[in-house]
């Protein structure tokens, strides 16, 4: 079984800066691509963007260019650095991750979601 725990949410005033973490374990043999979604109220969960395990990333255009995606693969762990927030940034965001277990099999995982909200 593979857990994703994300932290680091909170509030944060209109062109604010907030970094999100996600830690992964358990029954992990590799890694290859880590993504953070979004889900705000009453709109369904969008993908904010991703990030391989050479580094590579993609972002969502709404985005790109204020939110950076990084990873410490010796950790396991991804991180969302986000800067220049909007009010339409507020949602739940949540990590996911497809990981090869020592078995072989590739599992999807998905954290719990941590609150980002923008607002004055």
């Known amino acids: 079984q593979v857990q994703l725990v994300e932290s680091g949410g909170g509030l944060v005033q209109p062109g604010g800066s907030l970094r999100l973490s996600c830690a992964a374990s358990?029954?992990?043999?590799?890694?290859?691509?880590m993504g953070w979604y979004r889900q705000a109220p009453g709109k369904e969960r969008e993908l904010v963007g991703t990030?391989?395990?050479?580094?590579?990333?993609d972002y969502a255009d709404s985005v790109k260019g204020r939110f950076t995606i990084s990873r410490a693969n010796a950790k396991n762990t991804m991180y969302l650095q986000m800067n220049s927030l909007k009010p339409e940034d507020t949602a739940v965001y949540y990590c996911?991750?497809?990981?090869?277990?020592?078995?072989?099999?590739?599992?999807?995982?998905w954290g719990q979601g941590t609150q980002v909200t923008v607002a004055s």
């Open positions: 996911n991750c497809n990981a090869k277990q020592w078995n072989g099999l590739v599992v999807t995982a």
């Open positions: 358990g029954n992990i043999f590799s890694i290859n691509v």
């Open positions: 990030i391989s395990s050479d580094d590579s990333t």
